[in-house]
Structure formats: structure tokens, C-alpha cells
């Protein structure tokens, strides 16, 4: 898409991080803009600070677990401004030890975060991707994943990256195959100065309590801190934001605003894939 001014975009998970620097580049591209997110306080911060900033924005407090929450974010989007051009499914959660091993996340865990970051890009793509087929403009569907859905883990973080990696993918595949004006993008951050290891903030009841990280294993409580620390010192989601404008511009499926070890590990991992190795354990972070 080369130009985005006065096109819509929609944006989940919109209130801070990555979805809120994404929001305010296409405010910057001169893009109307939908801002959804589970948090109604810094939601209706987010939307202030933009309109201070000039943009046109909307925005509506969503539980992208919900279908049918989706759906209404779906039709306040084109009640405003009658149309949706890019479509941005970012909200994503993350327990506070991300490398917690399969059999020991309780049955919360899974649901909880495969219900989010899945369930919720999953959501989106079926309340909107019709409407803006519909619409015959050309578009563009911006799925956040992680640098975790090119690498491994058996863990529910991992694992719902991966399956947004390749729901993207087919997406992307899909589009092409019938012709549509639409496009797509897998966005695979790596480490990045955000909130989500706090995420259990918004963690519903029926998930069961939040993580105790004193009753972790000492490796995986270490880890935990160790993770913690690298994202306070990660990368500006400012950084993330310019190269998904960039990709949408360009058309680039994969988006990887990662830092250069994490994409050794990627290129390791290919390469163990291709060759039939079996996968390389890499040393500890």
C-alpha cells in the first residue's frame, strides 16, 4: 500500500507498547484510526493523546477472546469511518516466565494464552477480513506473532506464536490465490521495552490465580528475571512501529525488528530443519 493517508486502520492491544506506537506512526501516515484494548483506563488515555496529536480516532474496550466483542469492534469500525484498510490483531498476554516447561503450566495458562494471542488475531480475521473483502480496496492484515513463532518452546507462549505465524502464512497464501486486493504481514518482534511480562494484570478469573514466581523452579525463576531485565533494556516499540508502516508500504510479509542473536537462532533453526538435524540446544541467554 503506498499511501495511507486518510485510510483506516484498526489496531488491538492499542492502549500502550507496540500497539500504541503503531497507532501513533499511521496517525503520522495521516490514517484514521480504531484503537481496541481489554484496559478502559489506558485505552481512553491512548485515544486522548492521539487526538491531542491531530489524528481522527475511535476507540472501544475488547475482549479479542470474544468473538462476538470482536465483532462489535468490527462494526464500530465501519459505523465511523465506513471502511478498514489495515488491520493490525496485536493484543497478546504472556505469563511472567515464559519458558515454563508444557507439563508444568496449568491448564489456565494454556487456555488463557492460547485464547489471546490465537484466539484473538483469529477473531480478528474473521470479523473483519470478509468486510474488507467486500469493500474491494486494496488492504492489509498485520498479525503480531514474536521472534518465539520462528523459534521453539513447549511452552503456551511459544506454541500460540507459532500457530500465529502460520495462520499468517496461509493467510497471506489465501489472498493471493483469489486474487484479493488484500495482503499480509507476520510480525515477529524480538526483545522489546514493554509491559507484557505484567499482563496476568488482566487475567480473568476462570484462568485460574496468576503465576507465583517464588514456586517456580530456581532455573525458570531465573530466566524469568533474567527476561525481565533484557526487555526493560530492549528495543522502542517505536522501532517495531516504523517497520510495520515500512512492511505494509512494501508489501513484506516477514517483519523481524529482532535482535541479531535471536535471528542467528532462527537461521540455526532453519538449518537444522533442512538438513534433518536434530534441534540444536542453544547455550543458556
Request: charged share 20%; with cysteine; glycine share 10%.
Amino acid at each position: 500500500m503506498q499511501e495511507l493517508k486518510g485510510r483506516v486502520a484498526v489496531v488491538t492491544g492499542g492502549a500502550s507498547g507496540i500497539g500504541l506506537a503503531m497507532a501513533e506512526r499511521f496517525a503520522r501516515e495521516g490514517m484514521k484510526l480504531v484503537l481496541a484494548d481489554i484496559e478502559a483506563g489506558p485505552l481512553a488515555a491512548a485515544e486522548a493523546r492521539l487526538r491531542a496529536a491531530g489524528a481522527e480516532v475511535v476507540s472501544r474496550r475488547t475482549d479479542v477472546m470474544s468473538g462476538a466483542e470482536v465483532d462489535a469492534l468490527a462494526d464500530a469500525a465501519y459505523a465511523a469511518f465506513g471502511a478498514v484498510h489495515v488491520l493490525c490483531n496485536n493484543a497478546g498476554v504472556a505469563a511472567p516466565a515464559l519458558r515454563t516447561r508444557a507439563w508444568e503450566c496449568p491448564s489456565g495458562d494454556w487456555d488463557w494464552i492460547m485464547g489471546v494471542n490465537f484466539g484473538g488475531v483469529l477473531n480478528g480475521v474473521r470479523s473483519f477480513v470478509p468486510r474488507m473483502l467486500s469493500g474491494g480496496d486494496e488492504g492489509h492484515v498485520v498479525n503480531t506473532a514474536s521472534i518465539a513463532g520462528l523459534l521453539t518452546g513447549s511452552n503456551p507462549y511459544f506454541v500460540s506464536k507459532h500457530a500465529v505465524t502460520c495462520l499468517t502464512e496461509g493467510l497471506y497464501k489465501d489472498f493471493r490465490a483469489i486474487g484479493a486486493k488484500l495482503s499480509a504481514s507476520v510480525l515477529c518482534p524480538g526483545i522489546i521495552r514493554t509491559g507484557i511480562l505484567d499482563a496476568e494484570r488482566n487475567r480473568p478469573t476462570q484462568f485460574g490465580a496468576g503465576t507465583d514466581v517464588s514456586r517456580l523452579a530456581p532455573d525458570v525463576r531465573a530466566q524469568a528475571a533474567t527476561f525481565r531485565a533484557a526487555l526493560n533494556a530492549g528495543t522502542d516499540p517505536a522501532e517495531v512501529a516504523d517497520a510495520v508502516a515500512d512492511a505494509v508500504h512494501a508489501d513484506r510479509f516477514y517483519v523481524l525488528p529482532a535482535q541479531a542473536h535471536l535471528v542467528d537462532l532462527v537461521r540455526l533453526r532453519m538449518t537444522d530443519i533442512i538438513e534433518q538435524r536434530n534441534p540444536t540446544i542453544p547455550p543458556p541467554a
